[in-house]
């Protein structure tokens, strides 16, 4: 799905115009977004939870000449389903 199609579909759900659908649709990623970029966790009762996970400094190879290289760690955005998405997705 698409960001389109999700605007589309929470405008027909919720019979706002598409314009509004796609200003909430919006400001919910941006206030995800800002949320991460503190360190806070965003969880969603039922649904699920983003948090920001640190990767760790590790060694690597350059695949074209062999060469050891560092590659240097990073914090990357995860999320995690919550038990009642995934059960709602096992029992289709």
Known sequence: ???AE????LAEKTRVTKSTAETLV?????AVTEALK???KVTLTGFG???VSQRKERKGRNPQT???ITISGRSTPIFRAGKALKESIMNK
Request: hydrophobic fraction near 40%; aromatic fraction near 10%; glycine fraction near 14%.
């Open 66 to 68: 062999g060469e050891e």
């Open 38 to 40: 503190k360190g806070e």
């Open 6 to 9: 999700l605007v589309e579909q």
């Open 26 to 30: 919006s400001a919910f990623v941006g």
């Open 49 to 51: 939870s983003f948090m």
């Open 1 to 3: 799905m698409t960001k």
